[in-house]
Structure formats: structure tokens, C-alpha cells
T-cell receptor, first 111, second 111 residues
Framework: ELKVEQNPLFLSMQEGKNYTIYCNYS?????LYWYRQDPGKSLESLFVLLSNGAVKQEGRLMASLDTKARLSTLHITAAVHDLSATYFC???????????FGKGTHLIIQP | DSGVTQTPKHLITATGQRVTLRCSPR?????VYWYQQSLDQGLQFLIQYYNGEERAKGNILERFSAQQFPDLHSELNLSSLELGDSALYFCASSGDSYIQYFGAGTRLSVL
């Protein structure tokens, strides 16, 4: 059974600081996703990572994938308050297209 | 706006009842997915349809069923509802880009 673990599950940080969210998954997968969810809202796609060594960046967020270690990271650079949200990683597995999600990282960025 | 439309936004019903949730995918997307989000279970994949055919099943209960119609819209039917079925139900759709775009969700409250 595919399992996806994120850590930390809760992160409070100050504006201007850097931090990394980690996502480990238990079995081989060819796609890893990062989503953002604001309270009471839908999920917004941030990145899709398809190959070992893939790195994608959008603004202050950068995601990377190491398929050998079954690890993805989401790095936040010089955090700003607007990045406060819950971030989910998700993995496609088992031959099906349905995604298995981590529990999410609840990120609070304080001024 | 993701382009995925879900109705209704909110649904309040009683235990033992049956409800239908509706989803219209983004224009041109052939795949539709249903997910359930609850505080205790997190985000769980329920089922996927591709161009009218069931493609993959996740943690979908036998009391739940879905279908995708020729115009590609999908419906999720939930029957014999229990208190524990209260959750946010998301529909997502995808095309060739691998990205799953999520709708705004239907919040189901079973009283």
C-alpha cells in the first residue's frame, strides 16, 4: 500500500526566513504533485514532478524530486505572509491515476 | 478558477438518506476523479472515470457509486448516509498535462 508522509505537519515561521517541507513516499511512482489549500477552499496545483532530479520553481517556492530516495522537498525562500496555507504532496501510484495524499503541512507565516 | 464546476456547494441531509453530487470537468478533459476530505481521514481518492468508463477505484465505500455521462459530466451518489460521511467532496479533472484540477468542492453535512 502506497503511503505518503509529510513533515513537519505544522510550521510557524517568520517572514523573510527560509524553510523546507519534506515528503516521503513508500513505493515507486512516476509523478509527484504539490498542492496548496487555503482554509475552506479548493486545492491549487503548484508543481508536477515527473523525473528523478526534477526541479521546478515558481516565485518563492521551489520543488525537487529524488525518486531513488523517494523524497520530494518544497523549499520556501524569504517567506511572506501570503504563503500561509496548507501544502499537500501527493503521489500517483499502483498503476491508477488516483492520487495518494500526505496529511498536509499547515504553514503559518507571521510578520 | 480551475474550470471544474461542482454543485451543490453545500448539502445538509439526514442519516439514511441518499444524495447526488455533480461535477462538470474542464473543457476537453476526459478524466474525472472524486476525492473525499475529512479531518480524520484526510484527502482520499475515491474513484476515477475516463471518457465514460471506470478507470480506477480507491477507498470508495459500497454505499457510494459514480458514473460519467456522454457529455463527460460526472455524478457521485452517496446512499444510506451515516454521520461519518460528513466531509468535503472534491471532483478533479485532467487532460494531457497530468495535472489534476480541483473543483471548489461540495460540503456534505449529515445530521
Amino acid at each position: 500500500e502506497l503511503k505518503v508522509e509529510q513533515n513537519p505537519l505544522f510550521l510557524s515561521m517568520q517572514e523573510g526566513k527560509n524553510y523546507t517541507i519534506y515528503c516521503n513516499y513508500s513505493t515507486t511512482s512516476d509523478r509527484l504533485y504539490w498542492y496548496r489549500q487555503d482554509p475552506g477552499k479548493s486545492l491549487e496545483s503548484l508543481f508536477v514532478l515527473l523525473s528523478n532530479g526534477a526541479v521546478k520553481q515558481e516565485g518563492r517556492l521551489m520543488a525537487s524530486l529524488d525518486t531513488k530516495a523517494r523524497l520530494s522537498t518544497l523549499h520556501i525562500t524569504a517567506a511572506v505572509h501570503d504563503l500561509s496555507a496548507t501544502y499537500f504532496c501527493a503521489v500517483r501510484g499502483g498503476g491508477a491515476d488516483g492520487l495518494t495524499f500526505g496529511k498536509g503541512t499547515h504553514l503559518i507565516i507571521q510578520p | 478558477d480551475s474550470g471544474v464546476t461542482q454543485t451543490p456547494k453545500h448539502l445538509i441531509t439526514a442519516t439514511g438518506q441518499r444524495v447526488t453530487l455533480r461535477c462538470s470537468p474542464r473543457s476537453g478533459d476526459l478524466s474525472v476523479y472524486w476525492y473525499q476530505q475529512s479531518l480524520d481521514q484526510g484527502l482520499q481518492f475515491l474513484i476515477q472515470y475516463y471518457n465514460g468508463e471506470e478507470r480506477a477505484k480507491g477507498n470508495i465505500l459500497e454505499r457510494f457509486s459514480a458514473q460519467q455521462f456522454p457529455d463527460l459530466h460526472s455524478e457521485l451518489n452517496l446512499s444510506s448516509l451515516e454521520l461519518g460521511d460528513s466531509a468535503l467532496y472534491f471532483c478533479a479533472s485532467s487532460g494531457d498535462s497530468y495535472i489534476q484540477y480541483f473543483g471548489a468542492g461540495t460540503r456534505l453535512s449529515v445530521l
